[in-house]
């Protein structure tokens, strides 16, 4: 079942019919992945001088945009890269090895050797020409040039995870595998168009593997299938809304590549932040016959959702589920479900549509189901006359009397600007009376009250991509006495991640300084997502040094043996990054 969902994903890439990609970017005659990539030095992926070594190597993947694949920090003296491949997904198709891939240009480490000796000749005026040489930066395109900024999220957390000076050992046992994904993918904050271009990129990623382990095989004279390096993925991007069970199609295809051996590759581990939306007010749990305000806000060009995921149930949908949802300054609607993927319109007194509430019941891998919902509202500021809007201000949304007994999870999407990206969206959130943020003396509430009787809750509300059984999900926490920052999300347990790393330098200190995307750039940047990269390269080096954790639980047991600080959850430290100053 899941081959076949991910297989139809792969159509919709192909297709793309959400117009994510530039139509110059499609490959118009796909071909098969062959041979010679072993033996053609122009198509290999690694010069023999930047192979790791086939006992002590381990892959880094990165999955992110404006990755800077031409940065010192990912070279080894004289200019030899250790980016085995890098797929630019919304480039200008322009044929050479990523003959096989749906859309954009592949570069490997000789090519882009090549081009930072055209720089080291004077042949390109710099390492920023590179990108425009390469193709993969091109101003004369309609899309947000985002490997232009200085100090992209993509090359913070590259670096941070497989940055290594030059001249450092173990670089060499680190390759980069890396994709950038397409700015209309990182653009768009709540997730719709994400989940196949990232799906791509994981099979991206583990087809170089597999070929970068045989191309170990036939340079140093070793039998096929002898050398099966390790891979660890790095995904730092996530959602705020969703069922968070495991059960989407990316959750449930992270697990199933974590969880069969291949026999010509290592074990793949997958890497993502916890999330940071602690103290954002996008998270709720109701009962039957219970609402919660929902405060839209006014001038948002864009929709607006929330979504509800109720209780996990044996049999099928009975038609028990059903929202209601109360505009302001008028009355109650409440759904009439009876089938899948039915929606309901709401509308104003004149009959206008103001927004639609989706039925959205899943079936999970043990047979049972979940009911969900998802409600949309259209933008409270329409970009022409004509277009539907709806009116900001507090909307509520609840449980209909009579729906299945049980907990019905309830969380705004995310619909924050994302930086250099236009501005045209307003974050919604959740407003709840019993709910407080601080307490008298102004000091942040980190945690949720006992018996305070709000429904709006903290815990819980992390990142919705990782809500599967393997992953691991990486928290942070202030360099300056190792406590959870306030915005990381917990885990429903009140625990930051399965484990923690600093990102803050103190409480009063946000952020860390990171590298930025050329080789002596750098900037002040936070989140979990920068937490996540620094546990990639830790569980990276443990894989390369022999350590073999079979599972999430294992993984978090070897973290609590290296710890600084080893209980509730481990936090490691120490991992390469600048110094404070």
Not at 542 to 571: E, F, K, Y
Request: net charge negative; with cysteine; glycine share 10%.
């Amino acid at each position: 079942m899941i081959a076949l969902a991910i297989m139809s994903a792969f159509e919709d890439f192909v297709n793309d019919p959400a117009g994510v990609l530039p139509d110059d970017a499609m490959n118009p005659d796909p071909q098969e992945l062959d041979d010679s990539d072993l033996d053609d030095p122009a198509l290999a992926y690694l010069e023999d001088a930047a192979l790791p070594d086939p006992d002590r190597g381990c892959i880094l993947a990165v999955i992110d945009d404006a990755i800077p694949f031409a940065h010192e920090r990912l070279t080894l003296p004289g200019g030899v890269s250790r980016v085995a491949a890098f797929w630019a997904q919304d480039a200008a198709f322009a044929g050479g090895p990523g003959l096989d891939l749906p859309s954009g240009i592949e570069l490997r480490g000789p090519a882009i050797g090549q081009l930072l000796q055209q720089v080291a000749a004077g042949a390109l005026p710099g390492e920023d020409a590179i990108y425009r040489a390469s193709g993969v930066l091109d101003f004369r395109r309609d899309s947000t040039p985002s490997t232009a900024y200085s100090d992209p999220h993509g090359a913070a957390v590259a670096l941070l995870a497989a940055g290594f000076a030059p001249q450092d050992p173990a670089g060499r046992d680190h390759p980069l595998i890396a994709v950038n994904l397409p700015p209309r993918i990182t653009e768009d904050s709540m997730g719709t168009l994400a989940p196949v271009s990232i799906l791509a990129s994981i099979l991206f990623i583990i087809t170089r593997a597999r070929r970068l382990c045989r191309l170990v095989e036939a340079r140093r004279g070793l039998s096929a299938g002898s050398v099966r390096l390790p891979v660890v993925i790095n995904l730092s991007f996530g959602l705020t809304a969703g069922a968070r069970d495991g059960s989407s199609l990316l959750e449930r295809f992270m697990d199933a590549v974590s969880a069969v051996a291949a026999a010509d590759l290592g074990p793949v581990h997958f890497v993502l932040p916890t999330g940071n939306n602690r103290q954002s007010r996008l998270f709720a749990r109701l009962k039957p016959g219970e609402d919660i305000g929902w405060r839209i806000q006014p001038d948002d060009r864009t929709i607006t959702p929330i979504e509800i995921w109720g209780p996990v149930h044996d049999g099928p949908p009975d038609g028990r589920f059903q929202i209601t949802v109360t505009p302001p300054g008028l009355a109650p609607t409440t759904t009439a479900f009876t089938a899948p993927w039915q929606y309901s319109l709401l509308t104003g007194a004149d009959g206008a549509e103001l927004g639609r509430a989706y039925y959205t019941p899943r079936l999970l891998e043990n047979g049972r189901w979940r009911e969900g919902a998802t409600v949309i509202v259209n933008p409270t500021c329409p970009q022409f006359p004509g277009e539907p809007w709806a009116m900001p201000g507090e909307w509520r949304v609840g449980i209909a009397p009579g729906s299945l007994d049980g907990v019905y999870e309830t969380s705004v999407q995310r619909d924050e600007v994302i930086r250099g990206f236009p501005r045209e969206a307003r974050q919604s959130w959740l407003h709840d009376p019993a709910y407080r943020a601080e307490d008298e003396a102004g000091r942040p509430i980190l945690s949720d009250p006992p018996a305070s009787g709000a429904r709006v809750v903290r815990d819980g509300a992390f990142n919705t991509y990782a809500g599967g059984a393997r992953p691991i999900r990486a928290g942070a926490v202030e360099a300056a006495g190792l406590s959870l920052t306030s915005y990381c999300s917990t885990l429903g347990d009140g625990q930051g991640g399965d484990c923690l790393l600093p990102v803050d330098r103190s409480h009063g200190l946000s952020g860390m300084i990171v590298r930025g995307r050329a080789s002596g750039g750098f900037s002040i940047q936070a989140g979990t997502s920068l937490a996540a990269p620094q546990f990639a390269r830790w569980l990276a080096a443990r894989l390369a040094a022999g350590d073999a954790p079979a599972d999430r639980g294992a993984i978090r047991t070897l973290a609590q043996l290296h710890a600084a600080q080893p209980n509730p959850t481990p936090v490691l430290d120490g991992i390469d990054r600048f110094l404070p100053f």
